[in-house]
């Protein structure tokens, strides 16, 4: 068995002269949680996808789970399971009769008494008779996960498995992938635009424009950025983001609720900028940079903005 | 009241409605294509007065005046001889089978007495299943007869030609004495009903998948090409099975229509054929991209189905080319079974060869499906 759960090299998917993902490595160990950013149309989805064989890469290599992607993607498909990014299952199908199909596909043993075990579990068991195109965003998400995990993968691949959920369900549902991951051992790789849930991963990848631009934990990405960050709080805020705006020194200025994020690799000239800024009713504070500042550094650095609104 | 923005808001809609328009090239070219592939086959194919229908002679001798009778049938623009021999047995077998239109029968002693004067008879056998098919021969067979006796019958025998025929002209209309064209008609709907129904059913049996997005979902669960088809195509077999029951019973209680031959051989019939139809439109919806393409090449399917099957028209009246697109067609040969079991009561051996032409086309289809089945998203 490969140490690795996903263990690719150079993956690249051209839509005609387009290059969606180019030149991605990736080595994920068993057991581990990671987290994949990018924004939107940098290539999460599509790089998820040829790793589980639903995309067939232009160019590149690897295996995941031990079984090459290229050639056993049947395999790879009897152990992994995958949640898309939109929600995939059958609207016009009860969420028991969702389960069962998947069930039945898999070919677990004792279809209604897992059925019903997970129906338990998702806390769906009095709703099983509606139709799973009635459920909210959150409980589809929800539903989704459990018909994914429910013949017990080997790696979860859940691609932005929060978006358009609230808070509290989004809380909820990082419970569950922690829990599944502890107790069966299982890998995850999770693509997300949210900063908290990427502080909960082990390992954090991001990409931008369909390059992997860095990864490591949240302490190394935000370390590695060489970022320093002086916060502007009060009332003469908004003014100043204007007046900051190319200064000298000033790689990125990021609203974080009603206080300002600026952002430069020197620091010298990051003081000075801030110094001359100085305003009576603006009080600023050097802190420590977050997760954010460093991403959003690094899509100023990737260039040109080539964000897809997906 | 028309308020003054209206032109403005109906063009800003026209010119919506038209960049829409020509983005779906599909149905760009299927409004060209539809009037092309009709105006051809109204125009070319299709023929009402159908001619050169096949023909089979039996004549038990072959005195010259045989001879002119066989030259003047196969000069006429009717009736092709397609077989010639002396066994009139095996002429029931091509008529039942839908290989011949007509058996012509000239029995023995014929000759002696047309000159003897005690108007022999000559019989020809009509398959009147389609009664449309016989009526025009039948109407000009004595007519075509007589002239080609005309130059023999000179000298000693020139007393024959005035007046009466020197021959009585038997015909037997077979299958349908009485010329009902819904005994025709109805078992021909069971085939056309099931062509349109089932394959618009399973044509969006992929597409649909690919339109809500679940098509995602079932390519990343472990589910072969060959076990999504059979699984998608399964359910309506037994659709088939109810349109078929509601059908038949129709036809018996409705239009009294004969039931002459054997339920089982239309059973295996029916099934060949259910299925063809089924892997035809399981087929469509791995090519198509849309629901609505799947529809539209339905349509494009259904019509070249119902128009060159001899359904609506005799196939044998059709032009070499159009009955060759129509020997391709499954109900072309469903429309022999059914008729040949309702209404001829055949044998599994006359019906052997379309039987196996729709489980050809069968294997054929479900090839392409297989071939043409997205493993992955690309
Ligand atoms: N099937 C496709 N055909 C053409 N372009 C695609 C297709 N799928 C994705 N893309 C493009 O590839 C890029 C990466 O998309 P995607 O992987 O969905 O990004 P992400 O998931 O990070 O938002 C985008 O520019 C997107 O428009
Ligand atoms: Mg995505």
């Known amino acids: 068995m490969s140490e690795f759960a996903i263990d690719v090299k150079g993956l690249t998917k051209a839509f005609g002269d387009k290059l969606a993902v180019n030149g991605v490595d990736l080595a994920m160990p068993r057991g581990q949680v990671w987290g994949f950013l990018g924004p939107n149309g940098s290539g999460k989805t599509t790089t998820i996808r040829m790793i589980c064989g639903l995309l067939r890469p232009t160019a590149g290599s690897g295996s995941c789970l031990g079984f090459d992607i290229l050639t056993e993607a049947d395999k790879i498909k009897l152990r992994a399971g995958y949640m898309t990014q939109k929600f995939s299952f059958w609207t016009d199908l009860t969420i028991r009769e969702n389960l069962e199909f998947v069930a039945r596909l898999y070919q677990l043993g004792d279809l209604a008494g897992t059925v019903d075990t997970t129906l338990d579990e998702l806390g769906l068991a009095s709703r099983q008779h509606q139709l799973a195109g009635n459920l909210s965003g959150g409980w589809k998400q929800r539903l989704a996960l459990a018909a994914v995990t429910m013949h017990e993968p080997e790696l979860l691949l859940l691609d932005e498995p929060t978006a358009g959920v609230d808070p509290q369900a989004r809380r909820d549902f990082w419970d569950e992938i922690h829990r599944i991951t502890s107790e069966r051992g299982v890998t995850a790789l999770v693509s997300t635009h949210y900063m908290d849930e990427a502080e909960r991963c082990d390992h954090i990848v991001y990409l931008a424009n369909g390059e992997l631009v860095t990864q490591g934990t949240a302490r190394d990405i935000v370390a590695r950025s060489g970022l320093v960050t002086f916060r502007a709080e009060g009332k003469g805020v908004r003014a100043l983001s204007a007046e900051l705006e190319g200064r000298p020194g000033i790689e990125h200025i990021a609203y974080f609720g009603s206080a300002l994020h600026v952002s430069g690799t020197q620091r010298v000239l990051i003081e000075s900028a801030v110094t001359q800024a100085a305003a009576p009713d603006v009080e600023w504070q050097e802190v420590r940079p977050t997760l954010e500042d460093a991403f959003i550094a690094m899509t100023h650095e990737a260039g040109v903005d080539e964000r897809q609104h997906a | ?378």
């Open chain 2, 1 to 378: 009241m028309i308020g003054s923005g209206f032109s403005g808001r109906v063009l800003a809609i026209f010119i919506k409605e038209f960049a829409q328009m020509r983005r779906d090239r599909f149905t760009f070219a299927l409004m060209l294509g539809v009037p092309i592939l009709q105006l051809v086959l109204f125009g070319y194919a299709i023929n009402t007065n159908p001619k050169h229908l096949p023909t089979a002679v039996y004549a038990a001798e072959s005195t010259p005046i045989v001879r002119s009778l066989l030259k003047g049938l196969e000069n006429s623009d009717y009736f092709d001889l397609v077989e010639q021999g002396n066994d009139p047995r095996q002429g029931q077998h091509l008529l039942a089978r839908g290989d011949v239109a007509f058996v012509v029968t000239i029995p023995p002693g014929f000759t002696a007495d047309l000159i003897a004067a005690r108007r022999p008879q000559l019989l020809v056998e009509a398959d009147a299943t389609d009664p449309s098919v016989a009526a025009n021969a039948l109407g000009q067979a004595d007519a075509i007869f007589a002239s080609a006796l005309r130059h023999d019958l000179k000298g000693p025998l020139a007393g024959l030609r005035p007046g009466q025929q020197p021959f009585e002209l038997v015909v037997h209309r077979k299958f349908n004495p009485e010329g009902i064209t819904q005994y025709n008609i109805v078992p021909g709907l069971l085939g056309v009903i099931l062509t349109l129904t089932l394959v618009m059913i399973t044509g969006i049996a992929m597409t649909r998948e690919a339109e809500r997005g679940t098509m995602e979902n079932l390519l990343a669960m472990p589910a072969r090409p060959f076990e999504v088809m059979v699984g998608k195509i399964a359910p309506y077999l037994v659709v088939g099975a109810v349109q078929t029951l509601v059908i038949l019973i129709a036809a018996r209680f409705l239009f009294a229509v004969p039931f002459a031959g054997n339920m089982a051989l239309l059973m295996l019939g029916l099934v060949i054929f259910v299925i063809a139809n089924l892997a035809v439109g399981f087929t469509f919806s791995t090519i198509a991209a849309t629901q609505m393409q799947a529809m539209q090449m339905t349509v494009f399917f259904f019509l070249p189905s119902i128009l060159l099957s001899g359904f609506m028209f005799p196939f044998r009246g059709m032009p070499g080319w159009a009955q060759v697109i129509g020997e391709v067609l499954p109900l072309t040969h469903f429309l022999r079974v059914v008729r040949g079991v309702m209404l001829k009561g055949v044998s599994i051996g006359d019906i052997v060869y379309p039987l196996l032409a729709m489980t050809l086309f069968t294997t054929v289809v479900c090839t392409i499906a297989m071939l043409r089945y997205r493993r992955t998203l690309d």
